[in-house]
């Protein structure tokens, strides 16, 4: 049919594929036939993303993974032990040539083809983006992987962005963030390195017990115990390498006692600065999604009024910090890195900007000449005293808070009774 009227276009129903978390958590619901770029620099787990991701698309049909820089070496079978990667409708085939490729794609009718990567290729050929598009219109998923260029882009044809559905760039802090995607909004994860990482619940839950919330998979790997009284403490890390800490365990959140262990992580509690305003507001998310926001400072009703609708909403939620140092993957290392600098930037020129103290008169002279060294303290003395005479701003930000921080101690300290 080459055309089609708004009303048969609307009746359509084209449904993506699901695939198993974590990946689909980044994917979202791709169609059958996608084209999925993985790029980043070396040594930071493109492969591995790739195998993963391979393992779990395994479950829709047969996948032809080509690893094509390693072979079938002891680093592929190291990696596929580490994985866990063994699903059997997961092939490895040697590269030989495209069109060889495109025989065995079509004689095996396979659902979806890895390629590690398009440096055998030649990344700036045509035939990548050609190859990418036979995939496509035989109905074929494509992942392909690239490297990244010392300019921090990556390597390859300029068309290859433009070709792809989903673009996936895996950072050397052990994320992979969507660059673009067409299934769903821009998000990251953290790449699984080992099979304990990947463990987690079915895509496709049959009853009501497979689909309960303590079948989801933790989504941070590095988890660590702590209980509701140390949760100020994330409070007074005012840092942005702090955005990201997870809740979840197997304690009622009204409990007296809170720490301990569990295979669930639902609620999120995200931290973010807003230097302009002078506060910090917190996030809390439900399986990613933002449910409420709450700033720390102010008469907002704040963390308190959040959790008593939480637990109204949801029933006795579940508490479990994980630490992770992921600003960058939620921010992606160019952001991260601006809006640093820009910080330091507005400290220094606030500093600059602050009145310097009145000098005092120097005693007169006496006759014994004043000792080189003895100058030097003086003038670190005076830098010192300039120093700090020039922080009034600052210090009532402390103050500011030291209130607000009395006030989330009292609410612990209420809540745990």
Known sequence: MESMTAQQLAKLNIKGIRVAQPY??????????????????????????????ADALAEHGRIEYIPAEEHFGKTLVDRVKRLGATHQNLNFTKWKSIQALKEILLKNRSFACILDSISVIDANAKETVELAQWCRENG?????????????????????????????????????????????????????????????????????????????????????????????????IRSWKRINSMFGSKMPCYGSKHSGESENAHLSIRYTADYPKKRYIMDLLLDGHLEYQACTEGKGGGLKACWKKLVSKYGDLEIRIYKQ????????????????????????????????????????????????????????????????????????????AKESQAKLDAFLTKVLG
Not at 347 to 374: C, G, I, L, Q
């Open 325 to 400: 140092d992921h600003a960058k993957v939620v921010l992606g290392a160019k952001e991260y890195k601006r809006q640093e600098r820009a910080l330091g930037k507005k400290e220094k020129s606030t500093a600059t900007n602050s009145p310097a103290p009145m000098a005092k008169k120097k005693p007169a002279a006496k006759n014994k000449p004043t000792p080189v060294k003895r100058s030097k303290k003086t003038t670190a003395k005076k830098k010192d005293s300039s120093t700090s005479d020039g922080k009034p701003q600052q210090q009532v930000d402390i103050e500011a």
């Open 140 to 236: 074929i998923m494509f992942v392909m992987v690239s490297h990244a260029t010392k300019d921090g882009q990556y390597k390859g044809n300029t068309s290859i962005a433009h070709e792809c559905d989903i673009e996936i760039k895996v950072t050397k802090e052990g994320g992979a963030e969507t660059e673009k995607n067409r299934y769903r909004e821009l998000t990251a994860i953290a790449v699984p390195f080992t099979a304990q990482d990947r463990e987690v619940a079915p895509t496709k839950p049959t009853t009501k017990e497979e689909s309960n919330p303590d079948t989801r998979e933790n989504p941070v790997d590095t988890p660590f115990k702590i209980t509701l009284k140390e949760i100020d403490t994330l409070h007074k």
């Open 24 to 53: 689909g958590r980044l994917l979202g619901e791709p169609e059958k036939n996608a084209v999925i770029f993985i790029w980043g620099e070396k040594g930071a787990g493109k492969s591995t993303m790739s195998l993963g991701l």
